[in-house]
């Protein structure tokens, strides 16, 4: 995954806990770690906001080459 990928948030987007997931958003960038996880970590944006997901949270739909 990387910069300007289009993804499907599957837990959680940058709304409030409890809304409705978005079912698009872009990859902005690497996030920093998060909790020290080992698994890297993206910044995305949708609708709602920027927020930052591990990978495994994110389904990729289409990817910028």
């Known amino acids: 995954m990387r910069a300007g990928d289009l993804v499907k948030p599957v837990m959680t ?11 698009i958003a872009v990859v902005v960038n690497y996030a920093e ?3 020290n996880a080992v698994s ?10 920027l927020s930052e997901q591990y990978e495994w949270n994110l389904e990729v739909i289409s990817e910028s080459r």
Not at 13 to 23: H, I
Not at 40 to 49: D, R, S
């Open 13 to 23: 987007c940058s709304g409030q806990p409890g809304d409705r997931t978005c079912d």
């Open 33 to 35: 770690e998060l909790n």
């Open 40 to 49: 890297q970590a993206f910044k995305i944006l949708c609708k709602c906001g």
